[in-house]
């Protein structure tokens, strides 16, 4: 059948697995460093798999392929539930983020005196997204960041390069309930925002913070110049 299926630029891809851990439906797996389509009937083509990808190496096509077959989807996360219970997993929370590493860096004091009483730059409080306001003064014409917990600590420069100037919201969308989505919609729709940047860790769960947050520019109907940022454990941001 004629449908809108995903396509996937293999020289594009870079290789991260953040696409294939993105489709809940397990149509995408990772061969030999490269992500691949292997099964076109488990791709319901919503694309949730486009805002993980962070070298816009997935895009829409249509073509002649399989129909979407929900039965076999769950049939197959069913399966892999249960060699999920029965067999340990590598990882404590089975997360390829939560792995734990140690990180050393050459040329670094990390013993060195630290100024006393250096004020951060938050401009507005609270900062969670569970509880900030979903209409306030300080929203207006404001630029706001949305970024992960993580991203504060793990880039020494937070507050210089990414808090000045903005309205924070951070969340994690592994360890907070629900969806953020209709909270950040509301925000969106109903403030007269002027830019949107989103602050995110190299880890397959924080592309849930990002989708949210697209998801959200989109339902909101407003033409805002927006960027993701994507900082890894040691602290590098990579371009994306």
């Known amino acids: 059948m004629l449908r809108k299926i995903i396509k996937i630029n293999e020289e594009l891809c870079n290789g991260c697995g953040l696409c294939a851990q993105a489709c809940h439906e ?3 797996e990772m061969i030999d460093g490269k992500a691949k389509l292997v099964h076109e009937h488990y791709c319901d083509g919503l694309g949730d798999c486009l805002p993980a990808c962070p070298a816009n190496a997935i895009t829409f096509e249509e073509r002649e392929a399989p129909a979407y077959d929900e039965a076999a989807v769950k049939a197959a996360q069913a399966e892999k539930a249960g060699k999920a219970e029965t067999e340990k997993p590598a990882l404590a929370c089975g997360c390829p ?3 734990a590493k140690a990180i050393h860096r050459s040329g670094v004091a990390q013993t060195a005196p630290q100024p006393t009483g250096c ?3 938050l ?3 609270p900062v969670q997204i569970k509880l900030v306001p979903e209409q306030a003064p300080y929203y207006h014409n404001a630029n706001l960041l949305i970024a992960a917990d993580c991203t504060a600590y793990a880039y020494g ?3 210089q390069d990414f808090i000045r100037n903005h309205i924070t919201l951070i969340g994690c969308p592994k360890l ?3 969806d953020y989505t209709e909270k950040l919609t509301s925000i969106l729709a109903n403030n007269e925002i002027k830019s949107l940047t989103i602050a995110r860790m190299q880890v397959p769960c924080c592309g849930g913070l990002e989708r949210a947050a697209v998801q959200a520019l989109k339902n ?5 110049p927006w960027q ?3 900082i890894t454990p040691e602290g590098q941001i990579l371009d994306r």
């Open 26 to 28: 397990g149509a995408i």
């Open 97 to 99: 983020g939560s792995m």
């Open 119 to 121: 004020p951060g730059l």
């Open 123 to 125: 401009s507005q409080w």
């Open 157 to 159: 420069n937070f507050h």
């Open 176 to 178: 907070d309930e629900g």
């Open 220 to 224: 909101s109907g407003k033409m805002i």
């Open 228 to 230: 993701v940022r994507v």
